[in-house]
């Protein structure tokens, strides 16, 4: 990931894209992609360590309605319905 990040970014210095092109939308995009993919990637080890006991929980009650109701980058939230679906009613036993 971060060979792809260092790549993407010197194409766009070597291009020195105006923002307004189409290239420049092109080059951010992928940008922006790969961003979203190292932090899927980081978010999926975190879950790797949790279900292999290396990394702790600290439980504590939150009211999950007014939680999705905040702000979110629309496409976090499959990862997050993911991850409630994963290890949420572990945290949350009913």
């Given at each position: 990931?971060?060979?792809?990040?260092?790549?993407?970014q010197?194409?766009?210095?070597?291009?020195?894209?105006?923002?307004?092109?189409?290239?420049?939308?092109?080059?951010?995009?992928?940008?922006?992609?790969?961003?979203?993919?190292?932090?899927?990637?980081?978010?999926?080890?975190?879950?790797?360590?949790?279900?292999?006991?290396?990394?702790?929980?600290?439980?504590?009650?939150f009211?999950?309605?007014?939680?999705?109701?905040?702000?979110?980058?629309?496409?976090?939230?499959?990862?997050?319905?993911?991850?409630?679906?994963?290890?949420?009613?572990?945290?949350?036993?009913?």
């Amino acid at each position: 990931m971060t060979s792809i990040k260092a790549y993407m970014q010197l194409l766009a210095r070597k291009l020195k894209l105006d923002k307004g092109c189409a290239e420049a939308k092109y080059v951010n995009r992928v940008q922006d992609q790969v961003e979203k993919l190292n932090s899927l990637i980081t978010d999926l080890l975190d879950l790797s360590k949790i279900d292999n006991g290396k990394l702790g929980i600290n439980k504590k009650s939150f009211r999950l309605n007014v939680w999705f109701r905040t702000p979110l980058i629309p496409s976090c939230r499959p990862m997050i319905r993911a991850i409630w679906n994963y290890i949420g009613k572990e945290i949350f036993p009913t």
